[in-house]
């Protein structure tokens, strides 16, 4: 029986994970072990993750904590090296960008442990992202590439990875989608707000229509100038369409620093708490578009067919532009784009190939063999 490590660190991982831990169960051919870091370590970002997915509690929680990247990807090596010493795995599988991948891929490859790396391929060609460098360490020492689009392959292939090494398998965030839009639409949502006394309940935005947005990354929420625009724009885009904006905690610290909350305090605005994973995927389903500068979001919407406004220079999942739902655009660009949406104009597309809800076999069948 072969022994596999699967690696979970964040919150994108957990959803990713899910699946293969559900197709492994009761496998007679691999013993999967399920070690979390703890690099996401509050209830919200993790416990509940994996309660709502159905994920057995981990094996092993190295309970890492917040901390710098260097510290964090040290913290990680450190447990995670003890972790492979003691149960001695034949394969390490990490997914994703996060400093967890790149950390588990390093110890298992100086102690020569085959590893897997499922997400592989995907580039910003942005080195400025800490993700683009955690994806470009772990693929340039990973064993076996699993990737979840044509443009990976092509990415890999032009970094010198023998093509036998590579297996486009499809796109566990699907899997998982697939898996629990029905168990997210049963429950009614309510959320309290954060801008003002009240809630917003979903049902009643139903009538309307709904936008929603997430907004995290440096680039949009730590300069003052850059935020302050965003938010104006926000408020500018609430008078046509209400907005439900499930707040990282990043922005909302900004936001309070740079004293724009009373800019945000719209009655179309709804400020709420970061969601579960059943509550977001439900939100997302029912909105009209998605306006985010995320990575995951792309790939839900692309496959829920609802137009999404990517506010970044650039993706590491340019499929779901190419094929899907997903607009690159920048901040000039969001109101008049959002206002074709309004009108009915927004972007559709089709659905990447394996993005099917089975990806979770595939890669499960290709670990027996190699």
Not at 56 to 73: K, R, Y
Not at 190 to 212: H, M, P, Q
Not at 249 to 273: A, H, Q, S, V
């Amino acid at each position: 029986m072969k022994k596999i490590i699967l690696v979970v660190g964040a919150r994108p991982n957990f959803m990713k994970i899910a699946p293969l831990m559900h197709q492994l169960k009761g496998d007679t051919d691999i013993k999967p072990i399920l070690v979390h870091t703890g690099q996401h370590y509050d209830s919200q970002m993790s416990g509940r993750f994996f309660e709502e997915l159905g994920i057995p509690a981990p094996d092993i929680n190295l309970e890492v904590g917040s901390a710098s990247h260097a510290e964090q990807t040290a913290k990680i090596m450190i447990g995670f090296e003890k972790v492979c010493l003691e149960e001695k795995p034949d394969f390490v599988l990490v997914v994703g960008d996060v400093n967890s991948t790149v950390a588990c891929t390093l110890v298992a490859a100086k102690l020569n442990i085959k590893t897997i790396h499922y997400e592989a391929g995907l580039r910003s060609h942005d080195r400025t992202m800490p993700e683009e460098i955690n994806r470009l360490v772990t693929d340039s020492i990973t064993d076996y590439f699993f990737t979840t689009s044509a443009d990976a392959d092509e990415n890999l292939i032009k970094e010198g990875v023998d093509t036998s090494k590579i297996f486009m398998v499809g796109n566990l965030m699907i899997d998982t989608l697939e898996a629990n839009l029905k168990k997210a639409a049963v429950s009614e949502q309510k959320f309290a707000l954060l801008n003002r006394v009240g809630e917003v309940d979903i049902t009643s935005l139903l009538k309307t229509g709904y936008g929603v947005m997430t907004f995290h990354r440096p680039s949009n929420v730590d300069e003052k100038e850059t935020l302050e625009t965003l938010v104006n724009i926000w408020s500018e885009i609430s008078e046509k369409i209400p907005l439900v904006f499930p707040i990282h905690p990043r922005t909302m610290n900004n936001i309070k620093l740079f004293g724009l909350m009373e800019k945000m305090n719209r009655p179309n605005i709804y400020l709420i708490d970061s969601l579960g994973y059943l509550e977001f995927i439900h939100l997302v389903s029912k909105a009209k578009f998605a306006l985010t500068d995320s990575g995951g979001i792309q790939e839900e919407t692309t496959h829920l067919n609802i137009p999404c406004l990517t506010v970044r220079p650039n993706t590491e999942r340019p499929v779901t532009i190419w094929e899907g739902s997903n607009k690159l655009i920048g901040v000039p660009e969001i109101l008049p784009e959002t206002e074709a949406i309004i009108r009915g104009e927004g972007k559709l597309g089709l659905n990447p190939k394996y993005w099917d809800g089975k990806t979770a076999e595939r890669i499960i069948a290709i670990v027996k063999k190699i």
